[in-house]
């Protein structure tokens, strides 16, 4: 026998501290637990919750249960952060190509953007935004429409929606279109591999998309109608539109302040990328006779991108994680919802906590996984 | 005299061509600073939209006029380089100019012209613009918190004499600057602790650590008159027996009592707030997270597998999970894990709770400076005989914690900005105090100028810091 006393030991004594430390905790835990007359289980989650939410995707009210008041939360949560997701994406890729831009006064401005909306706090702008900003907006029935259906009132922003007939019809069509569409890509590029001819994918790929989910009008039957929002009066003063889809001022205030703020980091991401493709692989591009636009396409932003795309999921990941500020402003996310009121009405801190911890969890190391494996898949493969 | 082409500005006709680009552009901008400044359009004889848009249009046919390569004149050189290299970028530079002109006048006004700061209550602003009235008021509120008004000396003797301690590093000679790291990683924070803890919150002078405290600086000042050989067995041995001893077998409770009778009024931490524990919060989380982080790092890079999982998994935990259900954790769920009669305080709690926290992020900053360093860098030192502790302290943490001081900078400004989410235990730092404070009966109505002053405070400190790492990351780059 070989132990390695060396290495055996700090292992062994590491073990035995953590074994420690979660007896320690359990232990604890069943005491006072047993003490407060709670039995640890997660039974609860399928019993009748009494209390209402304000702003749901999914039909919720006191009577249904508390897994589905953890649904509720959760897909706010989705909701705000798809949102603030695709903002943020947009300005920052706009500011972050500005601030490579040779116009200085461009440049200075993409730069005093950045550099404060990254100092300041993120909880503090979501407050600026919700407390500040949007309580400056006129009431709803005060407010003027933009383009004759919008209406921006201090109670929401309030826009047209579309009423669907045979909406399932429209979204199989889309399906089918996007399916062609990868089987049209892989054709194609088989044939500039074997036949070194080119085909016009984009213009085959916009047409499909067009196309099929006309048919789906004309064939399928789908139609849709768009409901603009109609001012109605609650009582003596208070008014509120009717119809169409209304976003509470907390999403919008947390969407403003979560794109804003994550997008200054997106732009110095892009910026870093488009940096750092070396000034050769231009001047070599250019060399060989190809167009500025086709430096770009073919050699620019594929290398960029290697470069952009790590950080920039990890800045999605931080988005949707930073989401969860909006139990501040009240806007009713996974922790609102779960970990705040269901947790008040049970008690059971244990459970909740660790659910909500779990969801952030799975959530995070899957994108991470994903992460890892597009690394791998993008890495340059040296000899 | 050449043909004019006003299409094709050419150097032929330089003076004409900048003569009449200059005066159309000033004219556009004299148009728009007009109307912004004194409300007078000048233009106000045309159609509304017109009106409107004719700046934009003189401006930019002036800076068209005025495009012209190798000119020959410095500044105009510069000026086409600059903002006018095509119709594109003259387009947004005459936006840009237009929108900051329009944009001041009001700006100015809400901050300075119509603002109020005289007066020392609501009725004192009369002015549209900011009150800030408000915060010279309640400025005691938002830098010290709920704090007695006649104590604040403490916070302010404290943190005064602990940023001439922090100075210490720029005076310190040579002979002296190989111990400056063991005075900024241990000795600094506990004089740092011990100033909050009896001067801030006013604890009594002996307290039960302190006796941890008398047997260490003993068994330091001891420990410079033993043998290399012996070190490591006789620093853990001695400073426990010490401690022992003075705990248990001289004085206890007199020097208890005794301690109680000097001591300072005592501030729970739960009056503590403001911008005041902004920086306790960030100060000692910054003090914590760092070492957590060097040896989680070192962890997840072992060769010792538990340790290398155990480091992992604790990493990802927290950085899979968001601050604030982390701050839910300390706060509701943390109490149950302990003994029925073991209280830990709410401040120690989110301490603890955000060091943890941000050393995963540490962990994995300096996980990025150990990779980059080459292997060579490894196998010189074990090829000098180094073993793994001194092959660290000496030859790679140097380099990659060089490396890696940016990444450090961000992730130390992160949690500056994460502080005010301590508010979800209830304590309330600067944002808190400004949300107690816009709900006060009297004061209704101000949040905005409440958040544009935090915002101002919390640009400063962060702004200060990322260009100190800046620096200090250009002043330790290596050619390599």
């Known amino acids: 026998m070989n132990f390695n006393f060396k290495k055996l030991l700090p292992q062994t004594l590491t073990i035995l501290v953590v074994i420690l430390v979660f007896g320690f905790f359990t232990y604890n835990a069943q005491v006072n637990m047993e003490n407060r007359g709670i039995a640890f289980g997660y039974g609860f989650l399928s019993q009748e919750s009494s209390f209402d939410v304000q702003f749901s995707l999914i039909e919720f009210d006191g009577s249904h249960s508390y897994f589905r008041a953890y649904l509720v939360g959760l897909l706010n949560t989705i909701l705000v952060s798809v949102i603030g997701i695709v903002l943020a994406t947009i300005i920052g890729v706009v500011v972050g190509i500005a601030r490579l831009s040779k116009n200085y006064l461009i440049e200075r401005t993409a730069a005093v953007y950045v550099e404060f909306f990254r100092n300041i706090p993120l909880l503090l702008q979501i407050f600026f935004w919700y407390f500040a900003a949007l309580r400056a907006l006129p009431l709803p029935q005060k407010a003027e429409p933009m383009l004759g259906v919008f209406f921006l009132t201090i109670k929401g922003f309030f826009v047209p929606s579309f009423v669907w007939n045979n909406l399932d019809v429209f979204i199989y069509s889309i399906i089918a279109a996007i399916i062609s569409i990868i089987f049209v890509r892989i054709y194609a590029k088989k044939k500039q591999e074997t036949e070194g001819k080119q085909t016009p994918v984009l213009y085959i790929s916009i047409g499909l998309l067009l196309i099929l989910p006309l048919l789906s009008f004309v064939l399928g039957g789908s139609s849709f109608s768009i409901e603009i929002p109609v001012l109605k009066q609650m009582s003596q003063t208070s008014f509120t539109y009717e119809g169409g889809i209304g976003l509470p001022p907390e999403l919008i205030a947390l969407a403003l302040a979560l794109s804003l703020y994550t997008a200054t980091f997106i732009a110095e991401c892009v910026r870093a990328g488009v940096q750092g493709v070396g000034k050769g692989q231009k001047e070599a591009a250019a060399s060989i006779g190809l167009t500025p636009n086709q430096v770009l396409k073919l050699v620019v932003m594929p290398q960029a991108l290697r470069i952009i795309i790590p950080p920039t999921t990890n800045q999605y990941l931080n988005l949707t994680k930073n989401s969860s500020l909006a139990a501040a402003i009240a806007y009713p996310d996974l922790v609102l919802v779960f970990a705040g009121t269901a947790l008040m009405q049970t008690g059971r801190a244990i459970e909740i906590v660790s659910i909500t911890m779990l969801t952030y969890l799975s959530l995070s190391i899957t994108i991470s996984i994903f992460m890892n494996w597009y690394n791998k898949k993008i890495a340059i493969k040296e000899k | ?480």
């Open chain 2, 1 to 480: 005299m050449n043909k004019l082409n006003i299409l094709t500005p050419d150097k032929n006709n330089l003076q004409a061509y900048l003569y009449t680009g200059i005066l159309l552009f000033f004219i556009s901008i004299i148009d728009v600073s007009l109307s912004s400044f004194f409300n007078i359009n000048l233009t106000s004889f045309l159609p509304g939209s017109i009106s409107f848009i004719l700046p934009l249009v003189l401006g930019f046919i002036g800076l068209h006029l005025i495009r012209i390569e190798y000119s020959g004149i410095k500044q105009l050189d510069l000026l086409n380089k600059n903002i006018n290299t095509n119709s594109f970028n003259a387009f947004l530079s005459l936006i840009i100019i237009f929108v900051i002109i329009k944009s001041l006048p009001p700006l100015l006004s809400w901050f300075v012209i119509d603002a109020n700061i005289a007066g020392d209550s609501k009725d004192a602003c009369t002015g549209s613009g900011a009150c800030w009235t408000y915060i010279k008021i309640w400025f005691n509120r938002f830098m010290y918190g709920m704090y007695p008004n006649d104590e604040q000396w403490r916070i302010n003797l404290s943190f005064i004499s602990l940023g001439f301690l922090g100075t210490v590093g720029f005076f310190a000679t040579d002979k002296l600057k190989k111990y400056l790291t063991l005075y900024y990683v241990v000795i600094y924070p506990l004089i740092a602790l011990l100033f909050i803890y009896f001067f801030i919150s006013g604890g009594p002078i002996f307290f039960d650590f302190s006796y941890g405290i008398i047997a260490l600086v003993f068994s330091v000042i001891l420990g410079f008159f033993i043998p290399s050989k012996f070190k490591m067995y006789y620093f853990i041995i001695v400073p426990i027996t010490i401690y022992i001893l003075l705990k248990y077998v001289f004085f206890y409770e007199e020097l208890i009592e005794l301690g109680k009778l000097e001591s300072l009024e005592w501030v729970e931490t739960g009056a503590w707030g403001g911008l005041s524990l902004t920086f306790i919060v960030s100060f000692f989380c910054l003090i914590f997270c760092f070492p957590i982080g060097l040896f989680l790092s070192l962890g997840r890079r072992s060769d010792l597998y538990i340790i290398k999982y155990i480091s992992i998994g604790f990493i990802e935990f927290w950085r899979g999970v968001p601050l604030i259900t982390v701050l839910f954790m300390s706060s509701v769920m943390f109490p149950m894990f302990l003994p029925e009669d073991m209280f830990i305080d709410k401040l120690v709690r989110v301490i603890i709770a955000i060091s943890l926290f941000e050393a995963a992020y540490v962990a994995e900053v300096i996980r990025g400076g150990l990779q980059a360093l080459p292997r060579g860098q490894y196998d010189a030192a074990k090829s000098l005989g180094m073993g793994y502790w001194k092959m660290h302290i000496f030859v790679i943490l140097p380099q990659a914690l060089k490396l890696v001081i940016p990444g450090i900078a961000n992730t130390f400004l992160a949690l500056v900005k994460d502080t005010p989410l301590i508010f979800v235990v209830g304590l309330l730092e600067i944002v808190g105090m400004l949300n107690l404070a816009k709900t006060n009966p009297k004061w209704l109505g101000f949040a905005m100028e409440g958040y544009v002053f935090a915002s101002i405070v919390f640009f400063i400190i962060c702004y200060a810091m990322s260009k100190y790492s800046y620096n200090l990351e250009q002043k330790y780059k290596t050619e390599r």
